[in-house]
């Protein structure tokens, strides 16, 4: 299994530029979810899905938007990048949002807005 | 609001020392504790997950603790080996249907040989 998978590892964008940061997962996981990290803060939930075609909205929502379409793809949509979204973004997935799961992460991407 | 406060910020010990993090919550009601490590230019990897009847979890040389009446976890590391070197992220659930979890701000510790 190649885990949680994300692309790119890295991209500059310019304020106003959308672009598209894809996650993966190949452990057939029902949950997957979206978190930024920032200097100094701890991770905060952006938007995540309990199974294909439902989403919904985290802590940080405004500024991305998300789909779930199948199983083991989650993108992440900035509509029009900001300074403020210069973050290190990670995804990750689990079998269910029980709590005795536990959370696989990807390794990262980081976005710097210029 | 949820709260996730840990301590210390950062912690250096010297290789083959034991060592104890902090984490102090307020998130309300209580549904999981979990402790993850994030190395430098990773994703977090769980450590230990506690519901709120599970007073300890072990995970090799790590052993989490959980006080469900004083809203305190700890988190020991035994015999550090310089590969402890990370930031370890305490990170608390709510239930009653929230999906929203609250991340502390991690502990940095460095392990010198």
């Known amino acids: 299994n190649a885990g949680v998978t994300q692309t790119p590892k890295f991209q500059v964008l310019k304020t106003g530029q959308s672009m598209t940061l894809q996650c993966a997962q190949d452990?057939?996981?029902?949950?997957m979810s979206w978190y930024r990290q920032d200097p100094g803060m701890g991770l905060r939930l952006i938007h995540y899905s309990v199974g294909a075609g439902i989403t919904d909205q985290g802590e940080v929502p405004n500024g991305y938007n998300v789909s779930r379409s199948t199983t083991e793809d989650f993108p992440l949509r900035l509509l029009s990048a900001a300074p403020s979204q210069t973050s290190v973004y990670f995804c990750a997935s689990s079998y269910s949002n029980r709590a005795k799961e536990t959370q696989y992460f990807g390794p990262g991407t980081r976005l710097l807005v210029l | 609001k949820n709260q996730v406060e840990q301590s210390p910020q950062s912690l250096i010990i010297l290789e083959g020392k034991n060592c104890t993090l902090q984490?102090?919550?307020?998130?309300?009601?209580?549904?999981?504790l979990r402790w993850y490590k994030q190395d430098t230019g990773r994703g977090p990897v769980s450590l230990t997950i506690m519901t709120f009847s599970e007073n300890t979890k072990s995970n090799g040389r790590y052993t989490a603790t959980l006080d469900a009446d004083t809203k305190q976890s700890s988190l020991h590391i035994t015999a550090s080996q310089l590969s402890d070197s990370a930031s370890y992220i305490c990170v608390v659930s709510a239930g009653g249907g929230s999906y929203i979890p609250t991340f502390g701000r991690g502990t940095s510790l460095i392990v010198h040989p």
């Open positions: 984490c102090n919550y307020t998130v309300s009601p209580f549904s999981n």
């Open positions: 452990m057939n996981h029902e949950y």
